[in-house]
């Protein structure tokens, strides 16, 4: 080989050699892990046998676990979708003369740290926060809500995290669509409702699925949001996985269940690579 | 552009009253729990809860006169500069690579780069940690390093490959053309005519890297805390008014930074 044709190769080697070296083998070493004893000392043995694999898909906890998880990044996927939809139509159609403001004031709460944002729904939400102080001050309760702490919460922290993911994805999918196909339907005779479910609609999926994706994906990988706002009775299958390594110290079932982890959220992205196409999701982080 | 002005029908105008008012509630909905955090920061009950009592700065002079924030400040800033730049030279050289020439592969290397960004990064700090204790490397700062460079690796290549892709080499070819070395004209053409995109990277990595927190709470030693991993232990027992005045100071940072990153490059883009 020459030397301009290797070159390419030379550039790419440290980023695919560190990749290679600190994700793609430690994750084959974590399902190698997934098979070691734990003995009854605590201690790790290298070993090959089912046992935490038999530990796991015995215990019907794991597997409501995992539900609950998915139930949540689901309503929170479908919330986003509710509200981001209209919020990126506007931005993308609406006749305003400063959307370039109107955009930056969207991502700006994005650049704002993640623990800050997440915490920030404990002042809204909590038993003194911002909601129940307004209700009770304005009279219309005189007991505080209990918003704090459940379900509700964990959901409305998780959309307040993706919703702007969903928001740029649509948009710039709304923004790409040539606006002469939707005269065009109006003039041969749609309504303006046809000429969205006709036309903008279908055109603006690929940014409405690759948004939906990551919504699913980081919601349901997210361990902070669940924790921070969750309740005692929240199941998320992230909390369990750094129960089991940083509390439990159990690493091979740990492993067993990140394992399942990344297997059960590979299947819902391969399912979307089936129908949409992956390359629309990478390509909306460079934006 | 008003090819697709909204319609002058009552149907038309009530639509777009409605997505008016959802566009402005999602607004609200975005800015009011920043809001909520910067207010209860100037508040003087010491519940750091409402109502709110009165003006007060007290707690921005306990949070700098609390050591151990200001030591995960120290660490969380040493560990974003480390990080990021090596996170940007290893970025950089990748995306020079995929937008310049054309090889075999490179679609396939182009997926490899980008498959970290939707691992769930529990995953991912499970498996560093494990695979790094087995290779006799204890959590530990380097630890932290390594991790956050991989972490925000695959976003620094995706934006410079972005940035670089309008960039032509007829410069470079000129600069060949007029006698200078493959040296020289990296140093003296490429360089100057990427910078932008290098710094744009680089504080995107930067801000990655000190924003961390699950897979940082994998990878650090118990008693190293980063800013995030200290909220989220101060967090633990309840949210007191120090808590607000750090968020207060964070939300600061976090939207400076980008408007100086923005700021710099256009000053970049216009001296080039």
Redesign the interface.
């Known amino acids: 080989m020459s030397r301009v ?1 290797a ?3 030379l ?2 080697s ?3 050699l ?2 290679s070296l ?2 793609v ?3 084959v ?2 399902l190698i ?1 997934s098979f070691w004893l734990r003995t009854a000392e605590g201690l790790d043995v290298p070993a090959f046998q089912f046992g935490n694999w038999v530990n796991f898909f015995n215990d019907y906890f794991y597997w409501m676990a995992l539900g609950s998880t998915f139930k949540t990044a689901f309503i929170t996927t479908i919330i986003c979708i509710i ?2 939809y ?2 990126a ?3 993308a ?3 305003i003369r400063n959307r370039g403001l ?1 955009l930056f ?2 991502f ?2 994005f ?7 997440t ?6 939400l ?5 909601v ?2 307004v209700l009770m ?1 304005s009279g219309l309760i005189d007991e505080p809500m209990k918003l704090l702490y459940n379900d509700f919460s964990v959901i409305m922290g998780l959309v ?1 995290f993706m ?2 993911y969903m ?1 740029i994805n649509v948009y710039v999918s709304l923004d790409g669509i040539d ?2 196909l ?2 065009a339907a109006r003039v041969l005779g749609c ?3 046809q000429s969205f479910w006709e036309v903008t609609l279908p055109l603006s999926l690929p940014g409405l699925g690759a948004g939906s ?1 990551l919504c699913f ?1 980081l919601a ?5 949001t669940p924790r ?1 706002l969750g309740g005692t009775d929240t199941l998320f299958f ?1 909390d369990l ?2 129960e089991a ?2 509390s439990q110290l159990d ?1 091979p079932f ?2 067993v269940l ?1 394992i399942v ?2 297997v059960a ?1 590979g299947l819902v ?1 391969a399912v979307y690579n089936r129908f949409m196409n ?2 629309d ?3 909306s ?3 | ?7 002058p ?1 009552r ?2 105008a009530f ?2 009253a ?3 008012v ?2 402005i ?3 609200i ?6 809001v ?2 910067i207010l ?1 920061a100037f508040n003087s009950s010491r ?1 750091g ?3 709110m009592e009165g003006f007060s700065l007290q707690w921005f002079g306990k949070l700098f006169a609390n050591d151990s924030i200001v030591e995960a400040f120290k660490t969380s800033l040493i560990l974003a500069a480390t990080s990021s730049a090596l996170a940007t ?3 950089v ?2 995306a ?3 937008v ?2 054309s ?1 075999r592969g ?1 679609e396939g ?1 182009q ?14 700090g ?7 204790k ?1 290779l006799s490397m204890p959590r530990s700062f380097a630890v932290l390093l ?2 956050h ?2 972490l925000s ?3 620094v ?3 410079v ?2 940035r670089l892709v309008g960039l032509r080499s007829s410069y470079e070819e000129a600069a060949w053309t007029l006698g200078a070395n493959r040296i020289q004209t990296f140093f003296e053409v490429t360089l100057p005519l990427i910078s932008p995109a290098i710094v744009g990277g680089f504080l995107f990595a930067a ?1 990655l890297s ?2 961390n ?2 897979a940082t ?2 990878w650090k030693k118990p008693g190293i805390e980063t ?2 991993t200290k ?2 232990a101060m ?1 633990r027992t309840s ?1 007191s008014p120090e ?2 005045a750090l ?1 207060a100071v ?2 600061v940072i ?2 400076l ?2 408007l100086i990153g923005g700021y710099m490059v256009r000053r970049f883009a216009k001296a080039r």
């Open positions: 044709l070159r390419p190769y550039l790419l440290p980023a695919i560190s990749l600190l994700m083998a430690p994750v070493f974590v892990y509200l981001g209209p919020t139509y506007f931005l159609r609406a006749q109107l004031l969207m700006l709460p650049w704002v740290s993640y623990i800050i944002r915490m920030s729904w404990i002042n809204v909590g038993k003194n926060g911002f129940n102080a001050g307040y919703l702007p928001i606006r002469n939707e005269s309504t303006p409702w994706l994906v349901a990988g997210s361990y902070v921070l992230p996985i750094y390594i940083i690493w740990g492993a990140s982890m990344l959220l992205i992956l390359s999701v990478y390509r982080f460079a934006r | 552009m008003t090819a697709a002005a909204p319609s029908t149907e038309g639509g777009w409605l997505l008016r959802c566009s509630a999602v607004y909905f975005m800015f009011a729990p920043i909520v955090v209860l519940s809860a409402f109502p030279i290893i970025g050289m990748a020079l690579a995929l310049r020439y090889f490179k290397i997926t490899f780069l980008s498959l970290p960004l939707l691992m769930p990064e529990v995953v991912m499970v498996a560093l940690l494990m695979f790094l087995f390594l991790g460079t991989v690796l695959p976003y290549v995706l934006l490959q972005a801000t000190f924003d927190i699950t709470l994998f800013v995030p909220i989220f967090l949210v808590i607000n968020g964070m939300i976090t939207i930074l980008p």
